[in-house]
């Protein structure tokens, strides 16, 4: 099994990635400690997780609250010994899931996607690491960023400017606690993300990508990469489970787009041909220079 013997606390971690993900390291030995905001969310998957056979203990919290993740470290220490990984995986999206814009934005909004997004994964993994350096134990952080941390997502200014953020904040994390044999990476989604993500708290937990919910047409998705089955959130859990695990033990300060398509293998410029078109120059040259094109 390869987390055997670890002991692993998540956020936000009662629906989406981090539920999926929850499981999946159960079942590769690993002890899960499940967090989440919503009230019952975390409980449901360590029950999930105990009546499969696994390890998991859960607790209630707010990523915002520095209580609350310096709480989720000391009960994840006093149930199991130890934390040998944190995983700040809490998120949230723009209000209105980009149909907003940034001239309608609000300031509020922006001090609340930041304190969960960035300031978030600042309280979790900094709980962690004082555990950690103070009783002399190495370590792992991993945070949830996003495609959005590398190109901008129209409608989703202060998400993009969230995720960027996290990123700098993980190569700062790898370069001040490796010396105590602490890393930090994040991986960043690109497809194969929750729906719930989209969807209120209220929410009923679906446990289905955004890709699943349509039927799946590869040739009419804007992605290079082909596939006759839609891409899925454990397409993202599976590049956790490497990054929790001693296979990435050298790996530090790295930021990883998961469950790409290859979309990453080019620009991030749609052109004609991926909506649909014939030819790569419409409506990119005009029609007497397209004309004279070789072809």
Known sequence: MRLKDKVIAITGSGSGLGRESALL???EGATVVTS???PGRAKAVA???LAE???ATSTDADVRSESDMERLVAETVEAHGRIDVMWANAGIPEPGFGMSGFVDSALADWDNIFAVNVTGIYLAWRAAAKWMVTNGETGNLLATSSAASFNAYPGFPMYTASKAAANGLTRAAALELGK???RANALCPVHGMSVNFAMGPEADVLGKSYEEMTPWDPDK???PLRLEQPPVIRDNAYLALFLVSDESRYMSG??????DGGNFARTSIIFPTDLGGDD???GVLPEDIRNEIDR
Not at 254 to 259: E, L, M, N, R
């Open 36 to 38: 989440d905001v919503v």
């Open 180 to 182: 105590f044999g602490i």
């Open 53 to 55: 056979g696994g390890n």
């Open 47 to 49: 029950e999930q997780i």
């Open 221 to 223: 998705r804007a992605m």
């Open 25 to 27: 390291f159960s079942s």
């Open 254 to 259: 790295q930021t990883i787009a998961s469950a």
């Open 280 to 282: 790569i120059t419409e």
